[in-house]
Nanobody, 126 residues
Framework: VQLQASGGGLVRPGGSLRLSCVTS????????IGWFRQAPGKEREGVAC?????????YYTESVKGRFTISRDNAKNTMYLRMNSLKPEDTAVYYC???????????????????WGQGTLVTVSS
């Protein structure tokens, strides 16, 4: 199983980035997927999550609602996180994750996910 995250970088406040996570080794269609982030000295936080293709549930942490969009391309086994109107407080290492037993109440819980990518650093600074 592999999850390869990319797309991070340095961006000015108000800018945009799109993170990608290419996966392999498991049946992507049947897994819920999520993006988490961890800033220095803070716990890992669920940012945006989307259920498996059989359902139609999404989760966004309050601070990113209206700015971030999670999506999945099952044909490419790839997940994305589009981030607009970035703020300095969005600075963190962003991780992609996949889980086979995610329910609505656990979508934002890191411990519920089975597989993790290596992380990509997003720095928002002027």
């Amino acid at each position: 199983v592999q999850l390869q995250a990319s797309g991070g970088g340095l961006v000015r406040p108000g800018g945009s980035l799109r993170l990608s996570c290419v996966t392999s080794g498991f049946n992507f269609d049947y897994y819920a997927i999520g993006w988490f982030r961890q800033a220095p000295g803070k716990e890992r936080e669920g940012v945006a999550c989307i259920s498996s293709s059989a359902d139609d549930n999404t989760y966004y942490t309050e601070s990113v609602k209206g700015r971030f969009t999670i999506s999945r391309d099952n044909a490419k086994n790839t997940m994305y996180l589009r981030m607009n109107s970035l703020k300095p407080e969005d600075t963190a290492v962003y991780y992609c994750a996949a889980g086979s037993r995610i329910i609505t109440s656990t979508m934002n819980r890191a411990g519920a996910y089975d597989y993790w990518g290596q992380g990509t650093l997003v720095t928002v600074s002027s």
